[in-house]
């Protein structure tokens, strides 16, 4: 006889700031939905150690339902376990869930005199509030100073410590952190000044920590959520995935089990689950089709050394298109998990031209995000002809680096340590004044063996610039030599962007198969490969939904298309894209190719649309996990309900074929058939639509409130067509 498991919220009881969600093997009492107080059981009966735990089993379908009401497939292994945490001090005191955290700034001149200053808590049950600590502070005291004296007078003092954790998360910041879950709304603090000290305290803020899904990622110490996906010794695929394939694995959770982030309804990234009726089409991650058939892509097999490259990463194009393709699942730098190396596109060389400069956006032959060149003792001038990116040794003393002195204490770099950044070339807007700053995106950890096994080829290194024919992935390591890249005496802060420098520079090379390795005095003159992560950032929709408690639950929340074009990270979506739709990655004028005026590309020739801009990003007109006529909108940024309302009475099936895609492919489209088109070249480029008799005259359809649109407007967030309101977003599992 099955075993029935439901997913169920059992506790979130809190633990030093760790709470876990423990799942049972049955659920008959609705309550069970709830956070619970107390402790949970496993499916053995024993109880949850901290509060955590993890059901096993299988389940019949009889109880476990989907967000759409739909039971759960009888075949679905339920193996959950989440880490829920939300963030860490320096020191690794973890913020409680739901606690509120309070901070002031100090900011201003050095204090003028010596004296005392009167710093107030208010809190509810604190002891004596508002409660005021006397600190004293001397002449010429910095901010920094001032902020350090005030956190240990707050330590020292027994009802602070005991009701809040003190912390300063910078030099010249105060905070208290509850220690135990809570919304106040009297917690304040307040600097009084008795003394005649001229600094300025800035006003409080009061902002409540979040539960975090460490589903993916960030894992405690001791996780239980590799069991979320993975079966050490009974795996059903590659990488001991408990499902057959990426696909199958992200859809046993993603397919609506978890109550939340379903990705066959309806949301900003579109939908997977559209039907035959409505034209759909969708981003076909099953694993059945190849990353190379992608439209404007590589549609032969990568060679390897195309473009200058050495091989990382090019044979992804030959590689299954899956859910990974787009997103890691262990986390990345990015909104929604987005890959930080999609199509391995990341660590291949974006140089281009054959002298080797930098437009600083990727190689439209490659897509690629390295930057390979020399190792440079100085920073050339920057002008108009100068290199976008520039790998740059020096000391973490040099002003050109901005690195901070809180910084430095944090990441262990003394003023005299050597390092190495990337520093890219900025403009003032006008292309009449340039100057170079350290380049902040992260680099890329990790690498591929060469196909012989002899060692790992990095993404991020420093070799002799003449071994770099040594370094292509398909070429076998000649008999008894050994690896060419500077490992020894270096230290990479991937997250931070730099390397250290902390000892004797070594290599790994070998004479008839004994190490030999070489000695370099600096790293000047060697070749760097400088792998940058893509980072997408997409701001999210202000209306947000809780599972499970405000504060203490995970919280639910959006991509809001209003910010798909937002100042920098507009352009950052379709570069994402270009990962494996490198053609379409252009502006719309004509390029200069085969000796004439023709079309852009490098897979294929054609003209065009703009997509290297932030006001013109794919995901102004595409969905990225699909479309059809359920998620579609108008012009006016109407779908089928609100056109049913506005347009036709109430008339559901009129609306939805109003906004059926008419086309043989609805290509992923956000609005229907080309209103998409009508809906921006209403102002951009409008001359030929603008100069007749109707535009003036004549509505548009039989909304009476609606004419001409004006441009392109952003679609508000929540009124969009496939916005889940809380009541419909929330799906407790029953």
């Known amino acids: 006889m099955k075993k029935t498991l439901s997913i169920a919220i059992l506790s979130l009881t809190m633990l030093f700031g760790t709470a876990s969600f423990a799942l049972a093997t049955s659920v008959t009492d609705p309550s069970q939905v709830l956070p619970a107080v107390g402790d949970v059981v496993n499916d053995n009966g ?13 389940n019949d379908g009889s109880k476990v339902v989907n967000g759409d009401d739909s039971p759960v497939a009888t075949d679905i292994n339920v193996i959950k376990s989440t880490d829920m945490n939300s963030k860490f001090l320096a020191d690794g005191t973890p913020i409680v869930e739901g606690a509120q955290v309070i901070s002031v700034k100090i900011n201003g001149a050095k204090a003028t005199a010596d004296g005392n200053i009167n710093v107030i808590i208010t809190a509810t049950g604190l002891t004596g509030s508002p409660k005021t600590i006397v600190v004293a502070v001397k002449k010429d005291d910095t901010p920094n100073a001032i902020a350090t004296k005030i956190i240990a007078a707050l330590k020292l003092d027994a009802d602070v410590s005991a009701q809040f954790v003190v912390d300063g998360a910078n030099p010249d910041d105060v905070k208290l952190i509850q220690k135990a879950p809570a919304i106040d709304a009297t917690m304040n603090i307040a600097i009084a000044d008795g003394n005649g000290l001229t600094y300025v305290v800035s006003a409080v803020s009061t902002v409540a920590s979040e539960g975090v899904q460490r589903t993916h990622g960030e894992y405690q110490n001791n996780t239980n959520s590799c069991a979320s996906c993975h079966q050490t010794h009974t795996g059903a695929s590659d990488n001991l995935l408990f499902k057959s394939g990426v696909y199958e694995t992200c859809t046993a959770c993603h397919d609506g089990t978890l109550g939340f982030y379903n990705v066959f309804t309806g949301s900003t990234a579109g939908t997977f689950g559209g039907s035959h009726d409505g034209n759909a089409s969708i981003h076909l991650a099953t694993g059945l089709m190849e ?17 200058g490259t050495d091989g990382l990463g090019e044979h992804t194009w030959t590689g299954e298109f899956t859910c990974s393709s787009c997103h890691a699942p262990h986390g990345s730098y990015s909104s929604r998990l987005l890959h930080y190396n999609p199509n391995g596109i990341a660590s ?3 140089k281009d031209d054959a002298t080797g400069s930098y437009t600083g956006t990727p190689d439209a032959a490659t897509g690629g995000n390295m930057v390979r060149d020399i190792v440079v003792a100085a920073i050339p001038v920057a002008d108009e002809t100068s290199p976008a990116y520039v790998v740059y040794q020096t000391t973490a003393a040099d002003a050109a680096l901005g690195f901070s002195a809180a910084f430095k204490t944090q990441y262990g770099l003394l003023d005299a340590d050597k390092v190495v950044v990337v520093m890219k070339k900025i403009g003032d807007g006008h292309a009449t004044a340039y100057s170079y700053v350290r380049d902040t995106n992260p680099w890329i950890f990790g690498g591929e063996y060469k196909e012989d096994h002899s060692y790992k080829v990095n993404f991020t290194k420093f070799y002799p610039a003449a071994a770099v024919a040594d370094l292509m992935v398909d070429v076998d390591t000649a008999v008894g030599t050994g690896d060419p890249q500077i490992t020894v005496g270096l230290t990479f802060n991937y997250q931070q962007a730099f390397a250290k420098i902390t000892g004797a520079l070594k290599d790994k090379q070998k004479v008839a198969n004994v190490s030999a390795p070489n000695t370099y005095a600096t790293l000047v003159g060697t070749q ?12 999210m929709d202000p209306n947000i939904a809780w599972f499970g408690a405000v504060n203490s639950g995970v919280k639910i929340t959006q991509v809001s298309p209003a910010a798909y074009s937002t100042a920098g990270n507009g352009i950052a979506v379709s570069q994402f894209c270009a990962a494996c739709h490198t053609d379409y990655f252009t502006g719309s004028d004509n390029a200069i190719a085969d000796g004439g005026t023709g079309g852009t590309g490098v897979w294929s020739k054609a003209f065009r649309h703009s997509t290297n801009s932030d006001n013109y990003t794919c995901l102004k007109c595409h969905f990225a996990h699909g479309t059809d006529v359920t998620v579609m909108m108008d012009a006016q940024d109407r779908g089928v309900a609100t ?15 109003y906004l059926l895609d008419k086309n043989p492919s609805s290509a992923l489209k956000r609005y229907t058939n080309m209103s998409v088109c009508w809906k921006c070249h209403t102002s951009s480029h409008s001359v030929g639509l603008m100069n007749n008799n109707y535009v003036n005259n004549v509505k548009y359809d039989a909304d009476t409130t609606n004419d001409l649109t004006n441009g392109f407007t952003a679609p508000a967030n929540s009124v969009l067509p496939y916005f889940k309101a809380q009541t419909d977003i929330i799906k407790q599992p029953q």
Do not use: C, E, H, W
């Not at 024993?46 to 299988?58: R, W, Y």
């Open 348 to 350: 291949v060389p974006m």
């Open 528 to 539: 760097a490969d400088i792998s940058r992560a893509f980072v997408v950032n997409l701001a």
């Open 291 to 307: 990353v190379k058939a992608a439209p404007g892509g590589n549609m032969q097999v990568a060679t390897n050394g195309t473009s």
């Open 643 to 657: 056109a049913a309302t506005v347009l036709f009475g109430g008339d559901t099936a009129k609306a939805t074929a």
């Open 46 to 58: 024993l109880i949850n150690a901290n509060k955590s735990g993890v059901g096993v089993g299988t």
